[in-house]
């Protein structure tokens, strides 16, 4: 992250930030770029998994409105700070349920 107040995100900081990200995927065998893949937390575990199961996964009752997801579309250290995870209820991914 950059505080753009200081200094301007420049392609160079951008394709570092992504190769780091790059290389953590490889590390676990995750996509973290995929929208689609949707990441939970539920009994002190994290999972993570398509689109596809995750609607499968709401309508068996697995997850639900209060199921706390990871919102990958933040943007800003606030965000990440105070909204990064939350109920799904609350969550842009409550429309693909």
């Known amino acids: 992250m950059v505080d753009e107040q200081l200094n301007a995100a420049s392609g160079c900081s951008i394709d570092s930030s992504v190769s780091f990200i790059r290389a953590i995927e490889k590390k676990y065998?995750?996509?973290?770029?995929?929208?689609?893949?949707?990441?939970?937390?539920?009994?002190?575990?994290i999972y993570t998994v398509p689109k596809a199961r995750f609607v499968e996964l709401y309508k068996s009752g697995e997850i639900n409105e209060s199921t706390m997801v990871f919102d990958n579309l933040i943007r800003t250290k606030v965000d990440l700070e105070t909204s990064w995870l939350k109920p799904l209820g609350k969550s842009w991914l409550r429309r693909f349920v």
């Open 29 to 45: 065998q995750l996509n973290l770029f995929d929208r689609f893949t949707f990441s939970y937390e539920k009994d002190g575990e």
